[in-house]
């Protein structure tokens, strides 16, 4: 089997949500000298961010977007350590989750994929994570950037709840915070007085670089 080959087929089980087929094609891939990063940019993430179009469209619902997430996480778990090897040096921690209320994933999902994939170390907190919980987090990770994903117009305001928690934890100006969902906006970040805003998964390891560089 050819390397398009390969990357075709890794696409449509991603896509499928066929996680053991996935996780073959992954290992036929490196076995056949496959990049690990082409596995990554040229089949795992179109497939998922071609979930995400379908899920807005209305033309799938999220029973199969969550199976198509999987399909990825357990490609992922193959996949990782052969980034991490291609990624010379950590960049920096990075912690992650879903805000209270939102037990929506595959957004996060995704930008863990391409934070890891661009020499993040990431610590994921889940899905319906209360305040507290990133407060702890931050406590005990110090990261450079807390992320938090809000999926639905009803949950978004917790953005702003989780930025006060911080403040009054003592914890605001020792990290910096970044935000992303649908509902999410630039506008809406500078309103909160988030650090940095990301429209999609790609975006996100970008801006992520960006702030650690700018301190």
Known sequence: MGEQEILDALYDNVLDGDAEHSVEEVERGLREGVAPTD???????????????LFESGEIFLPEMLISANAMKAAMEILRPHLAQVASTTIGTYVIGSVAGDIHDIGKNMCIVMLESAGFEVV????????????????????HIVGMSAFLTTTVQEIERNLAALTEAGLRDSVQVMIGGAPVTEQFMSEVGADGYAPDASAAARVAKAMVAAG
Not at 39 to 53: D, N, T
Not at 130 to 137: I, L, N, T, Y
């Open 39 to 53: 596995l990554l940019y040229e089949s795992m993430i179109p497939a998922l961010e071609q979930v995400g179009a």
């Open 124 to 143: 994921d907190l889940g899905v319906n994570v209360p305040s507290e919980d990133f407060v702890q987090a931050i406590r005990d990770h110090q990261p």
